[in-house]
T-cell receptor, first 116, second 117 residues
Framework: AQKITQTQPGMFVQEKEAVTLDCTYD???????LFWYKQPSSGEMIFLIY??????QNATEGRYSLNFQKARKSANLVISASQLGDSAMYFC?????????????FGGGTRLMVKP | GAVVSQHPSWVICKSGTSVKIECRSL??????MFWYRQFPKQSLMLMAT?????????EQGVEKDKFLINHASLTLSTLTVTSAHPEDSSFYIC?????????????FGPGTRLTVT
């Protein structure tokens, strides 16, 4: 079974509007971490936001927020006030266990395209 | 954030030759280095995990004799693609958890685009 599922292969959003990128995960661990990365066409992986399984508050980083619904095992990324530079691939990833050195498992990604 | 450099950024080689990709942690000690492969329009797939001073652990389906990983120091890990073939053409990217903030954020190198002709 897929551990990380991103059901939206591609998304369009109008500049200055908000957009939600979906991510669901599957794990039996009680301790885990959820990450979102942005990958522009250059290929570099840019860390956006992190949510720990025990964090009660949804994580926020500037225009990025993570809508964490633990019971539903979802960790959607919300980008507010979209900008043209937000056009990129977005990957949701999970680290299982509480060892910060554990590997990340990535979802299939969502390509976001921001329209002017 | 922590910095990981990767060299070369792109390489074109002939079928049958070997290519070495270097990944360096510039401002932290990378005890662990993860090597990923990404085919066009696909996600990152973990190939192997290397730990400084020990043998790498390869994911199922990844040939350890073809993808040689060396992690001889805390700042350098290398991936050598031996006897490369066109199907090895891909984007190779390394990452390491710096451990600075305790959450396990991984810092990625900029990637190496390998084309085998």
């Amino acid at each position: 079974a897929q551990k990380i599922t991103q059901t939206q292969p591609g998304m369009f959003v109008q500049e200055k509007e908000a957009v939600t990128l979906d991510c669901t995960y599957d794990t039996s661990d009680q301790s885990y971490g959820l990450f979102w990365y942005k990958q522009p066409s250059s290929g570099e992986m840019i860390f956006l936001i992190y949510q720990g399984s025990y964090d009660e508050q949804n994580a926020t980083e500037g225009r990025y927020s993570l809508n964490f619904q633990k019971a539903r095992k979802s960790a959607n990324l919300v980008i507010s006030a979209s900008q043209l530079g937000d056009s990129a691939m977005y990957f949701c990833a999970m680290r299982e266990g509480n060892n910060a050195g554990n590997m990340l498992t990535f979802g299939g990604g969502t390509r976001l395209m921001v329209k002017p | 954030g922590a910095v990981v450099s990767q060299h070369p950024s792109w390489v074109i080689c002939k079928s049958g030759t070997s290519v070495k990709i270097e990944c360096r942690s510039l401002d932290f000690q990378a005890t662990t280095m993860f090597w990923y492969r990404q085919f066009p329009k696909q996600s990152l797939m973990l190939m192997a995990t290397s730990n400084e001073g020990s043998k790498a652990t390869y994911e199922q389906g990844v040939e350890k004799d073809k993808f040689l990983i060396n992690h001889a120091s805390l700042t350098l890990s290398t991936l050598t693609v031996t006897s490369a073939h066109p199907e090895d053409s891909s984007f190779y990217i390394c990452s390491s958890p710096s451990g600075r903030n305790g959450v396990g954020e991984q810092y990625f190198g900029p990637g190496t685009r390998l084309t085998v002709t």
